[in-house]
């Protein structure tokens, strides 16, 4: 049972209430207390030296041959024995033209390998990719 002098002292409950929230202070969102975040400086591509001959080349010969592996597995090269006939012909296409890609490859890597010896950097090793 509600007792007659609690809802007496409801109305001044709800004023202490309402004083105290409104009392309590509201961070202002338009004025933020902190320093304003420094801007994003614009990004603009390094101007230094662009590929050499020699390493364009390499990029290109090296996209043929990953291009021509890549190829000759999604037509089943390890499953060979068990390939359509037109399969067996592609890939026996395929081979001596990843060769010749895989050849090219190591000699343009040679070239620039030569190139960053000539400026004291280390050379690039494909020997993960590539097992001449």
Do not use: C
Not at 55 to 67: C, G
């Amino acid at each position: 049972m509600l007792h007659p002098r609690f809802l007496l002292s409801l109305p001044l409950l709800l004023v202490v209430v309402t004083t105290a929230a409104s009392s309590a202070p509201v961070p202002d969102l338009i004025n933020p207390p902190y320093a304003a975040l420094p801007q994003a400086a614009s990004i603009v591509a390094r101007t230094g030296p662009s590929f050499s001959p020699a390493m364009a080349a390499l990029v290109r010969s090296f996209s043929e041959w990953h291009a021509l592996v890549k190829e000759t597995i999604d037509l089943g090269v390890e499953d060979m024995p068990h390939q359509s006939q037109a399969n067996i012909e592609r890939i026996r296409e395929l081979m001596p033209q990843t060769r010749a890609a895989m050849q090219r490859t190591m000699e343009n890597l040679g070239a620039v390998n030569a190139e960053r010896q000539a400026a004291g950097l280390a050379p690039i090793d494909l020997s993960h990719y590539i097992r001449p």
